[in-house]
């Protein structure tokens, strides 16, 4: 499994877009960036994934450029709802027996 | 919207007793994971379980350890013989297929004192 990084912690105030990097420069090319979200005492919720340009669902939007070493999670206008810890997983998930393996993640606070 | 349901929520327990965590997956999944969180460390994968059979286990996952699907319904983690270091958030998972994305449910925290 590629080894991912990604800033410890995040602030940010309401309303604004906050954009999460992380970079997995050993990806591979069966690999897919996924994003998980958890909120204290709760299990992760999965995201967003993606291969490969721009993937955008009803909550976020996952940019990866051509070489794919890194992504980048986009937030539109968050709100302190939003606050939470935001995991980038790397992996080869359909021939990894589905196995999810979550890094250290980003803490994003939402200010008022 | 359906949900992964956990229970108990919270566990406490003695050391060298028997625990088992019970977990409801989404009913028309077909692949269930446990994965465990220490307080304040990374979440991390214990077993998957696909056709009535572990599929993948972690080295975490030991002899203590034993899963169950003993109906149609409950998916279980079984704990032998608990240990103090076994106290963490335990997080039941299910995914409709292969590579989908994994719901999880909302934990239970089990207490070894």
């Known amino acids: 499994l590629a080894k991912t990084t990604q800033p410890i912690s995040m602030d940010s105030y309401e309303g604004q877009e906050v954009n999460i990097t992380c970079s997995h420069n050993n990806i591979a090319t069966n690999d897919y960036i996924t994003w998980y979200q958890q909120f204290p005492s709760q299990g992760p919720r999965f995201i967003i994934q993606?291969?490969?340009t721009k993937v955008t669902n009803e909550v976020a939007s996952l940019f990866i450029p051509a070489d794919r070493k890194s992504s980048t999670l986009s937030l539109p206008r968050v709100s302190l709802s939003d606050t939470a810890v935001y995991y980038c997983l790397v992996g080869d998930i359909p021939n990894a027996g589905n196995m999810l393996t979550f890094g250290g993640g980003t803490r994003l606070m939402v200010k008022p | 919207e359906p949900e992964v349901t956990q229970t108990p929520s919270h566990q406490v327990t003695q050391m060298g007793q028997e625990v088992i965590l019970r977990c409801v997956p989404i009913?028309?999944?077909?692949?269930f994971y446990w994965y465990r969180q220490i307080l304040g460390q990374k979440v991390e994968f214990l077993v998957s379980f696909y056709n009535n059979e572990i599929s993948e286990k972690s080295e975490i996952f030991d002899d203590q350890f034993s899963v169950e699907r003993p109906d149609g319904s409950n998916f279980t983690l079984k704990i032998r013989s608990t240990k103090l270091e076994d106290s963490a958030m335990y997080f039941c998972?299910?995914?409709?297929?292969?590579?989908?994305?994994?719901?999880f449910g909302p934990g239970t925290r089990l207490t070894v004192t």
């Open positions: 993606g291969y490969k």
């Open positions: 998972a299910s995914s409709p297929v292969l590579a989908g994305e994994q719901y």
């Open positions: 009913s028309n999944h077909l692949y």
